[in-house]
């Protein structure tokens, strides 16, 4: 069998009593920072709690090399340690659909993600969320549209934006994927739009700030995991007394509730 | 101090570690059931795993008299369990306001949510979901359209439909759900339509079935509780691919893949 246990969001005792069980009675325990990080924690603390010795996933053994895992749960219970909710990233999703056409059977433990995690940090409905998207780092001069392109699709249902920001080489901070993001809008379509920055959900010291996109460019949000949202055009008045409460958001943004 | 605790999807082994500590040691345990329910486990079973007392919270004292609730953390530490991730319910981030608001500190403890959940059961992508949308038992003769105009706003940007099911007086079942949907659907909009069922997310025996809606309409989910999908027109083919293993779709859905 092959367990996916989620890991939560910032450190090892996220980890649920159940994905506690399950890897303490493991065959063999792996974990991966590939999709994710524990900005929390680290392996030692984690191989501690658990009371085992824990195996660093790569890229290559999620992808290319994903077979040899799904071998080995043919035989054994192979638990994978993951970040967050496991299958929020696609490349769970093809090993554990790979693994079921190979008749291993495959177990989720859910947990925690920054998807729901937000919604509690910054007081805006989930149900008003269109679909989120990822800022990557530029390659060479060519800056992706297709961020620009989906806070446009949501705004024309008036749906929130959650942007999450590239890990790889190291997790971009909000400063740099709002700058990002300005490079590419060419029509300046983001021009005067309100924006929140989420770093370190899930911790003891998250900050949370609500502002114009371009003030927001400006604050230093601190260490990572950092993310991103943008607003839509009109928010909902319990989204603007909690934007006030939770993210000091300027007085103008009473403008915007419906 | 106010803590709200998540407990996650299924039964009470879904509590992560931290939760599990700060409940042990707060002045105070109270759970509600109101905006969720855990479906497996009962008060007498977290009671047991957590080895404290724990007082059960009506709808009225999370709304109403939610201040009696705030006034208790202004001197304790007073811990709140809910199902799945806290303040995806409204009704909690409108306490979460109030206490802050009166100067008591809150503390979330995040966990899962059926939001992240169905990725994971059915392979759909998370960045591919719309805005999501609940369907209430019809008032008289009143059935609302509020479901259908999400639906065609998701639509109308190529993005799946989350539709959460009512929990009061009973559990609606993905039949009902269905059946209310269709009342409502005078424009027959929903017409040969893609859906996915999902019962039992989080537990050692969920179904997962995707079909068109009529179709759905006709199986058997068992227990609850269930949601509901409604596919977006288009769907990428790793989600065909999972749709057909993991929830047994019919061939003909090859012909929405992008």
């Not at 895992?69 to 299958?87: Q, R, T, Y």
């Not at 093809?94 to 190979?102: D, H, K, M, S």
């Not at 300005?182 to 370190?200: F, P, T």
């Not at 950092?226 to 007394?241: M, P, Q, R, V």
Request: negative net charge; aromatic residues 8%; hydrophobic residues 40%.
């Amino acid at each position: 069998m092959l367990i996916f246990i989620g890991m939560g969001l910032w450190d090892e005792k996220d980890i649920s009593v159940k994905g506690f069980e399950y890897a303490k009675k493991a065959d063999e325990v792996y974990i991966e920072f590939y999709t994710s990080r524990m900005m929390g924690t680290d392996l030692e603390r984690i191989e501690n709690l658990i009371g085992r010795r824990i195996t660093v996933l790569e890229r290559s053994d999620l992808e290319e090399n994903s077979k040899k895992l799904i071998e080995k749960a043919i035989s054994g219970d192979i638990a994978v340690l993951v970040p967050g909710d496991p299958m929020i990233a696609t490349t769970h999703s093809v090993i554990n659909l790979e693994a079921r056409l190979r008749g291993v059977k495959v177990k989720i433990i859910h947990n925690a993600s920054i998807f729901t995690a937000i919604c509690g940090l910054t007081g805006l409905h989930n149900y008003r969320f269109g679909k989120s998207v990822s800022i990557s780092y530029p390659h060479g001069n060519t800056v992706s549209k297709s961020p620009l392109n989906v806070i446009q699709e949501n705004w024309s249902i008036n749906a929130h934006t959650l942007l999450f920001l590239d890990l790889h080489p190291e997790p971009m901070s909000i400063n740099e994927a709002i700058e990002i993001l300005l490079q590419a809008d060419e029509e300046n379509i983001l021009n005067g739009c309100y924006s929140v920055g989420v770093a370190r959900a899930g911790s003891s010291n998250p900050v949370i700030r609500c502002d114009r996109l371009e003030n927001l460019k400006k604050i230093d949000f601190g260490k990572p995991l950092h993310i991103l949202i943008i607003l839509s055009k009109k928010i909902h008045f319990t989204e603007y007394d909690c934007l006030k409460e939770f993210a000091g958001s300027p007085e103008e943004l009473r403008y915007f509730v419906i």
